[in-house]
Every structure is written in structure tokens, then in C-alpha cells.
């Protein structure tokens, strides 16, 4: 069936580390791929997305590209913030559908 | 230009009451989806509406649990004789046309909390 694999966390950084949270995924077809950001308390906001095979989403210094051989879409960042501590979640949308595939998430601390 | 409104934010019922869960989608949107969160997981889809429709319901439990999208007002998912297992948090979004490949992205609520004495 189709699912999401995350590393599993929490993923603990100094402030200013590279981050990468992987991210792997089992659809058939070419799904559209999406991370989103949970800060404490608060619902899921759309970080970044690809649609299609290389397609490199970005936003907030965050990037994935969506690596169709190796069927992964990692999330990315130079330089991490204390802000940026949340959780991480990498879901995907199969072919023509609607319904969201979740990855379990993956916690990020920053220490300053 | 208010985002989607879930409310309550937490909800705490004991076992064997109702539990109604609403939702607000954007200005708009006429595409609701309600997903549940259990503890260390992450979402799981349970249903998706337009107005004064159910769409798919392939996710939603087929016992106690129900939704609606009436021509007025919010999406209502409602759970009968809640259970401690229906402890969660129950997350809706919404969306401006079919989600096709993503194209036109899903906006989340802040989600309602559900703790079940």
C-alpha cells in the first residue's frame, strides 16, 4: 500500500547546525509530496511541496527534492533557528486523490 | 482573511457522552477533511465533504462516528458514547477545489483536543 517512513526523532541541533530529516515514501503511480510544520499547540501549516519527479519545493530557507529513483524527499535547511523547533511531518498525496498520507512526524529541538 | 476555525480547541468528555467537533473552513473553500492525530502518530484521513455531502467516508470508524457539511454553517463531526480509545486530536482542513495532486493545497485548523475520562 502507499505510507510514509520518517526518521524517527527527536532530532536535537545547536542553533545555526544542518538539518536534514529524511523522509521515504511507497506509492504507486507519481504522488505529489508535502512537508508540514506543527509548532506547540498549533495545527499543521504546508511548509514546502513537489509535484513531480526533481521538482525541489522551498520555502522559509527549507528544501526537499522529490528523488523518484530513490523515492525520498528529504528536508533540508543550512542554518537551523531556535524557531524552527517543532514537529515535522512528510505526507503525500497518491494520483488522482484528495486523501493526505502521513509520515509519523519527527520532532526538532534547537538548542541556542 | 481568517484561516480555518476549529472549536473547541480541547474538549474533555467522559465515557459514554457525545462529543461534537466543529470546523470553519476558509472563506470560500467548500472542501472540508477531517484527519485524526493519535499520540505519537501521525494523521490519519477519516472523511472528506462538500457541501450537504459526504464524499468518502473510507476512514471514519463505521460505529459512533459521523460528519456533516450543511448548506449553512460549520462542518460538524460528531462521536456518540465516546470511548477512552477516541482520545486524539481531531484536526479539519479545507481546501478551494478537488486537492487533485495537490494543486490546490489543504489548510489546517489548530485542531480540537478530545480527552476522554
Known amino acids: 500500500g502507499n505510507s510514509v517512513t520518517q526518521m524517527e526523532g527527536p532530532v536535537t541541533l545547536s542553533e545555526e547546525a544542518f538539518l536534514t530529516i529524511n523522509c521515504t515514501y511507497t506509492a504507486t503511480g507519481y504522488p505529489s509530496l508535502f512537508w508540514y510544520v506543527q509548532y506547540p499547540g498549533e495545527g499543521l501549516q504546508l511548509l514546502l511541496k513537489a509535484t513531480k519527479a526533481d521538482d525541489k519545493g522551498s520555502n522559509k530557507g527549507f528544501e526537499a527534492t522529490y528523488r523518484k529513483e530513490t523515492t525520498s524527499f528529504h528536508l533540508e535547511k543550512g542554518s537551523v533557528q531556535v524557531s524552527d523547533s517543532a514537529v515535522y511531518f512528510c505526507a503525500l498525496i497518491k494520483d488522482s486523490n484528495y486523501q493526505l498520507i502521513w509520515g509519523a512526524g519527527t520532532k526538532l529541538i534547537i538548542k541556542p | 482573511n481568517a484561516g480555518v476555525m476549529q472549536n473547541p480547541r480541547h474538549l474533555v468528555r467522559r465515557r459514554g457522552q457525545e462529543a461534537r467537533l466543529r470546523c470553519s473552513p476558509m472563506?470560500?473553500?467548500?472542501?472540508v477533511y477531517w484527519y485524526r492525530q493519535l499520540p505519537e502518530e501521525g494523521l490519519k484521513f477519516m472523511v472528506y465533504?462538500?457541501?450537504?455531502?459526504?464524499?468518502?467516508e473510507s476512514g471514519m470508524p463505521k460505529e459512533r462516528f459521523s460528519a456533516e457539511f450543511p448548506k449553512e454553517g460549520p462542518s460538524i463531526l460528531r462521536i456518540q458514547q465516546v470511548v477512552r480509545g477516541d482520545s486524539a486530536a481531531y484536526f479539519c482542513?479545507?481546501?478551494?477545489?478537488?486537492?487533485?495532486?495537490?494543486?490546490?493545497?489543504?489548510?489546517f485548523g489548530d485542531g480540537t483536543r478530545l480527552s476522554i475520562l
Open positions: 482542513a479545507s481546501s478551494t477545489d478537488l486537492n487533485y495532486k495537490g494543486n490546490q493545497p489543504q489548510h
Open positions: 472563506k470560500g473553500h467548500s472542501h
Open positions: 465533504l462538500q457541501k450537504e455531502n459526504i464524499i468518502d
